[in-house]
């Protein structure tokens, strides 16, 4: 069956990095739009980046350009975001989306950005 795997969320000062990963599984990962979505407690789910197939294109909330960059590897079956200048109000659960003809959605994890 179709599984998403994230990890890499923590705890981190502002002005920090970190760096999200999300193993794909049971599915045939370079046919799939990779995105990553947050949710910040109180607030609704909001798209943060998105890579197409092949990586050829990627798209960014404003909130994040230039800060925030999407990546994928497709021999790992892996989609990365690499997240620089954090803030707190980047404080959410960060999930990882396939998309192709179905939808695909990880479990989640935490970013928390806080002094």
């Not at 909001?46 to 800060?67: M, N, P, Q």
Request: proline share 3%; hydrophobic share 30%.
């Amino acid at each position: 069956q179709a599984q998403l795997v994230e990890s890499g969320g923590d705890l981190v000062q502002p002005g920090g990095s970190l760096r999200l990963s999300c193993a794909g599984s049971g599915f045939y990962f370079p046919s799939y739009v990779m995105s990553w979505y947050r949710q910040a407690p109180g607030k609704e789910r909001e798209l943060v980046a998105r890579i197409s197939t092949f990586g050829s294109i990627t798209d960014y909330a404003d909130s994040v350009k230039g800060r925030f960059t999407v990546s994928r590897d497709d021999d790992k079956k892996t989609a990365y975001l690499q997240m620089n200048s954090l803030k707190p109000e980047d404080t959410a659960v960060y999930y990882c989306n396939a998309k192709a003809y179905v939808d695909y959605w990880g479990q989640g994890t935490q970013v928390t950005v806080s002094s």
